[in-house]
């Protein structure tokens, strides 16, 4: 047999420990500053820091594994960017307008609610955009809107002029329905 180099194997072998050991620690004490990192970009919660930290610490690759699988699967910034996110659509959501009799979505240029037929806005008489019935005046085309024609009938009517409404009236009851009868017929 030759003689093992460097003196006995026993010396070899506490030469290779020794390597191996400072090579642990390295690896040990990065871990450490690298959860420290890690957790600090997860939480604010100190005790939540300390205890991953005391986890890598006292069980180095296994004590690293544990602390992976239980960290916090979003980090701070990713949270803010999703929250960020989030709001963006919750306010797309709010920008589109809402029916206000059936809460069914309606455009923003929609004259009625194409669900339940209730009047959201009036065509300009000069543009024909839509407008909103609070406004006086188009703001495309600077028309004022026509007066609101809604006082006259009832003053008409206040006036006793009853021959004339009822004869509208009749009108209107002779009309509606033939006109309600004929779409069945064709
Ligand atoms: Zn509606
Ligand atoms: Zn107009």
């Known amino acids: 047999m030759f003689d093992w180099p460097g ?47 005391l986890l890598v610490l006292a069980g180095f690759l296994p004590g690293h594994c544990v602390y992976l699988i239980l960290r916090p699967r979003q980090t701070l910034t990713e949270l803010y960017e999703r929250s960020l996110e989030e709001e963006a659509i919750l306010q797309d959501l709010d920008d589109q307008k809402a029916c206000p009799a059936c809460r069914r979505r309606v455009r923003e240029d929609f004259l009625i609610c194409p669900s339940c037929l209730t009047n ?5 008489i000069g543009c024909g955009k839509p407008l909103d019935y609070g406004w006086i005046s188009c703001p495309y085309c600077a028309r004022e809107k026509a007066p609101v024609a809604i006082p006259e009938p009832a003053a008409s009517h206040l006036e006793g002029d009853q021959a004339t409404s009822g004869h509208e ?13 004929r779409p069945p017929e064709s």
């Open 7 to 53: 003196g006995t194997w026993q010396d070899t072998l506490r030469l290779v420990l020794a390597v191996l050991s400072i090579y642990g620690a390295i690896i040990w004490v990065s871990l450490i500053f690298w959860v420290f990192r890690d957790i600090r970009q997860r939480t604010r919660d100190p005790v939540m820091q300390l205890v991953s930290v």
């Open 120 to 124: 959201l806005k009036e065509p300009c």
């Open 169 to 181: 009236l009749g009108g209107l009851v002779r009309r509606s329905p033939s006109l309600e009868r």
